[in-house]
């Protein structure tokens, strides 16, 4: 009767296939210990010729041993080439990133323009002050017209501001008027022949 994969025992690298595993079963069994150094070297060379190195062959070999004592399940004991890993080492995850969670009253600002809005409103009085606060308005009002493309009123960029700027940013639809944006549809695509 066949033995089906379902009924062997489970690969630990299924990518060097069970003859490898084998290979280093029958290691584990030799009592000799230059005899098992031996046999490890003749299966790192097996794996080498299944799996040439692509890059750096120093760093490849050294995968190749530590692969071997995954597969070994750390109980290989042989006169290493390199040091092996430990188990600790592979079971080791690494330290969770710490993600940015900024209170965005509005999201669709980001959080680089609200800043922009309040480093803007500590500027002293002048044209420079002026200009910067016009271009930023004019970039609430592109970055608002993502959200909303059927049209943003400019007395909405106003009041964002006055809220963001608490007050040191007061702008008129009367004094100030922002430019017009329009969504344009996309492009239409010609049809190939």
């Not at 009592?31 to 794996?47: F, S, W």
């Not at 299944?50 to 890059?55: H, I, N």
């Not at 900024?102 to 809005?117: F, K, S, W």
């Not at 004019?138 to 909405?156: I, R, W």
Request: hydrophobic letters at 35%; one cysteine or more; glycine letters at 4%.
């Amino acid at each position: 009767m066949l033995d089906y994969n379902t009924q062997l025992k489970r690969l630990v690298l299924p990518e060097y296939g069970r003859t490898i595993q084998r290979m280093v079963d029958h290691c584990l069994t030799l009592d000799d210990r230059d005899e098992r150094t031996r046999c490890a070297h003749t299966i790192v060379k097996t794996m080498k010729t299944l799996f040439p190195a692509q890059g750096n062959q120093e760093e490849y070999t050294r995968k190749l041993w530590d692969h071997l004592a995954i597969m070994a399940d750390f109980r290989l004991d042989i006169d290493w080439p390199f040091a092996p890993p430990q188990r600790e080492q592979l079971d080791a995850h690494p330290e969770p990133v710490p993600y940015y969670q900024a209170d965005l009253p509005t999201r669709q600002y980001g959080a680089v323009l609200p800043e922009m809005i309040r480093r803007a409103a500590e500027l002293l009085p002048g044209p420079d002050r002026d200009a910067m606060i016009l271009l930023l308005a004019n970039q609430m009002k592109k970055m608002m017209l993502s959200f909303n493309p059927e049209g943003v009123e400019d007395a909405k960029v106003f009041k964002d501001i006055r809220i963001i700027s608490r007050g040191a940013i007061d702008l008129r639809p009367d004094e100030v008027i922002l430019q017009q944006y329009h969504m344009l549809p996309p492009p239409k695509r010609k049809k190939k022949k």
